[in-house]
Nanobody
Framework: QVQLVESGGELVQAGGSLGLSCAAS????????ISWFRQAPGKEREFVAA????????NYADSVKGRFTISRDNAKNTVYLQMNSLKPEDTAAYYC????????????????????WGQGTQVTVSS
């Protein structure tokens, strides 16, 4: 069983930066494609960014492309999301998700493709 714990969410002003972390325990972390999703109040959960098993491939939602960067350190069992030029519309609970299997370079942008989820961390961007 894989456990995921997100951290780093907080209140930040528009235009600012924030880094989120997702620490994993259990299983073989380097085998798992990982994604970040977010959900704002009253809205559906949406894809933010994905990274392949070894980090060789990444994928981003159009709304965050050029502003957010996903990375991973398999030695530390951790995935990161660096968020720059934050906007009020980035306000949401951010979740990391792990898929228990995947092709070497594949990324998976749909939430139903994931087996494990963290509890979320709140990011609030003030205008």
């Amino acid at each position: 069983q894989v456990q995921l714990v997100e951290s780093g969410g907080e209140l930040v002003q528009a235009g600012g930066s924030l880094g989120l972390s997702c620490a994993a325990s259990g299983g073989t972390f380097s085998s798992y494609p990982i994604s970040w999703f977010r959900q704002a109040p009253g809205k559906e959960r949406e894809f933010v960014a994905a990274i392949s098993r070894k980090g060789g491939n990444t994928n981003y939602a159009d709304s965050v492309k050029g502003r957010f960067t996903i990375s991973r350190d398999n030695a530390k069992n951790t995935v990161y999301l660096q968020m720059n030029s934050l906007k009020p519309e980035d306000t949401a609970a951010y979740y990391c998700a792990a898929r228990s299997s995947g092709s070497y370079y594949a990324t998976y942008p749909y939430d139903y493709e994931y087996d494990y989820w963290g509890q979320g961390t709140q990011v609030t961007v003030s205008s």
